[in-house]
């Protein structure tokens, strides 16, 4: 494994995160599965990550109760249901937008129900391709806005200030002209329970 993830898993580990490298995707789904316990409840984040993966219909077609609020054919309620339920799941899956090599996780999320599953679900793991390690912090909020978000908008046509053009323009990124994706912003530091947090580093591009 090369020298900056090592470094960067040493640094996770000073944190009380684990980091677990894994070469490919398909390495990547076996090790989830692995972490999460038979019959577990499971929440989601959007993800372009987990969507590239495949992981949601793997677990689902698996033996995990699923909170897929993504689900094709739920209703609206059904899908704020399964929000509220996947952010205090036994697991929480999710992707960052952006990780530090010194260890720092980046999270930016519109309603907050990445960030509520990530701060109340009693395990967390989080899908990490290489594309999204950067220096420090300043790197990763820069890239979480200016590259992983804008993204996200045009993917999702999201009524933003940066839909048109691509470019932030946070300051006037405000309702009732906009809507805003990056309303919320996480940055994980440290986690105080061993074991809750863990970080699946992807030896491959995935997501924004
Ligand atoms: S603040 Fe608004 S314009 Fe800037 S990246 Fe976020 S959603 Fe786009």
């Known amino acids: 494994m090369e020298q900056r993830i090592s470094n960067l898993i040493a640094s996770l580990k000073r944190r009380n995160i684990d980091g677990i490298y894994v070469d490919s995707k398909d390495e990547a789904r076996e090790r989830i599965k692995q972490l999460i316990l038979k019959s577990a409840t499971v929440?989601?984040?959007?993800?372009?990550?987990?969507?590239?993966?495949?992981?949601?219909?793997?677990?689902?077609?698996?033996?995990?109760?699923?909170?897929?609020?993504?689900?094709?054919?739920?209703?609206?309620?059904?899908?704020?249901?399964m929000r509220n339920l996947g952010s205090h799941a036994d697991y929480f899956l999710t992707s960052c937008n952006a990780?530090?090599?010194?260890?720092?996780?980046?999270?930016?999320?519109?309603?907050?129900?990445?960030?509520?599953?990530?701060?109340?679900?009693?395990?967390?793991?989080?899908?990490?391709?290489?594309?999204?390690?950067?220096?420090?912090?300043?790197?990763?909020l820069k890239r979480s806005r200016e590259h992983a978000t804008v993204l996200n908008c045009k993917r999702l046509d999201w009524k933003s200030a940066c839909l048109a053009d691509g470019l932030c323009h946070k300051d006037?990124?405000?309702?009732?002209?906009?809507?805003?994706?990056?309303?919320?912003?996480?940055?994980?530091?440290?986690?105080?329970?061993?074991?809750?947090l863990k970080v699946i580093i992807v030896g491959e591009e995935l997501g924004f």
Do not use: W
């Open 172 to 196: 006037i990124c405000l309702a009732p002209e906009y809507k805003r994706m990056c309303c919320q912003v996480l940055v994980i530091e440290s986690e105080i329970n061993p074991e809750r």
């Open 43 to 81: 929440g989601v984040s959007g993800s372009r990550t987990l969507d590239e993966l495949g992981i949601v219909a793997l677990l689902e077609a698996s033996d995990y109760e699923v909170f897929n609020q993504y689900r094709p054919g739920i209703s609206r309620e059904q899908s704020l249901q």
């Open 99 to 140: 990780i530090s090599e010194d260890g720092e996780l980046v999270f930016f999320s519109g309603y907050g129900h990445r960030t509520s599953g990530i701060a109340n679900s009693d395990n967390v793991i989080v899908v990490c391709g290489l594309n999204k390690i950067v220096l420090n912090l300043d790197q990763a």
